[in-house]
């Protein structure tokens, strides 16, 4: 089963208390990088998402995005601090007594004097938190597999198809190359036969020669071990998870015994159908790149 390394994974769970919201998108990368956003106050849960991915995700560049809202009444506290309202009252009493005036502050005036009163968040209680949490990545992650494996799907069947043209291209080329050597015999008699009038052509000769240009132009090892390489990617694409980075190297191969039968051939229509071979399989690695 082929994935995709592009995908995209949402989950929102809303208690009486709490609402989690993760959020997980993916483009293609060499290697997995995870990057998680968390709120300051969820921050020390970062490790334990990431190992929590790990089961979900082996390539690709992937964003996670998580916000927490905790909208309990035990969620803040009024903090009172005695000893800023104090110094506060000590300081006030110096000034009366310095200006001789009268002290007028109030209680509720003295309390709305900055860090008086100051509101404080609740420590969170981590277990519970990370029960919610936890079950709510693994949902987004779920559903961010299951992108991945449906835009796979669409991969996997857009390259399969693109070998079908590919091994009617080799299958041409194997037809070509006899007829490309029976033309150049025939053209080689011509020319001699032109050159030497009604003198005997040597055999020999022409036979050595036809053997060292066949040997220069022949291209069945290559058509071969292209064609296994393109049943060979075809089979790996059937073998399951995390074969991009094998499918790119037999890409890399298919390409090579394309460009050496381009290098090879002395025909134009071989070299038309190699340009054709090359094209496809440069369209073919695109599609890999994006293959966990």
Excluded at 26 to 33: L, T
Excluded at 168 to 174: A, G, I, P, Q, T
Aim: net charge negative; glycine share 2%.
């Amino acid at each position: 089963m082929v994935k995709s390394m592009t995908g995209f994974g949402r989950y929102e769970a809303v208690g009486e208390e709490r609402k989690v919201i993760v959020e997980m998108k993916s483009v293609n990368h060499r290697y997995s990088d995870i990057s998680v956003k968390l709120p300051k106050r969820l921050s020390f849960f970062d490790t334990a998402i990431r190992n929590v991915l790990k089961d979900y995700v082996s390539r690709g560049k992937v964003d996670v995005f998580v916000t927490f809202e905790d909208y309990s009444q035990s969620n803040i506290t009024v903090k009172y601090n005695k000893d800023i309202a104090l110094d506060y009252w000590k300081n006030i009493n110096q000034l009366a007594n310095t200006v001789r005036m009268e002290n007028d502050v109030t209680v509720s005036q003295l309390s709305r004097y900055p860090e008086v009163f100051t509101l404080e968040e609740n420590r969170l209680d981590e277990d519970a938190t990370w029960v919610e949490l936890k079950e709510a990545v693994e949902i987004a992650a779920q559903r961010f597999v299951e992108s991945r494996i449906a835009e796979g799907a669409n991969l996997q069947k857009d390259i399969i198809s693109k070998t079908e043209k590919l091994l009617s291209l080799v299958s041409y080329v194997e037809e070509r190359s006899p007829k490309m050597l029976e033309e150049h015999k025939n053209r080689l008699y011509r020319k001699v036969q032109e050159t030497l009038g009604d003198k005997q052509i040597d055999e020999s000769v022409l036979a050595t020669e036809l053997i060292i240009y066949a040997d220069k132009v022949c291209v069945d090892e290559e058509t071969v071990r292209l064609r296994s390489h393109i049943l060979n990617l075809r089979d790996t694409m059937q073998e399951g998870e995390n074969v991009g980075r094998k499918l790119d190297f037999i890409a890399q191969e298919m390409n090579r015994e394309a460009n050496t039968i381009l290098s090879k051939a002395n025909d134009i229509e071989i070299s038309n159908c190699a340009i054709d071979l090359k094209t496809e399989i440069e369209k073919i690695r695109e599609q890999i790149q994006n293959i966990e």
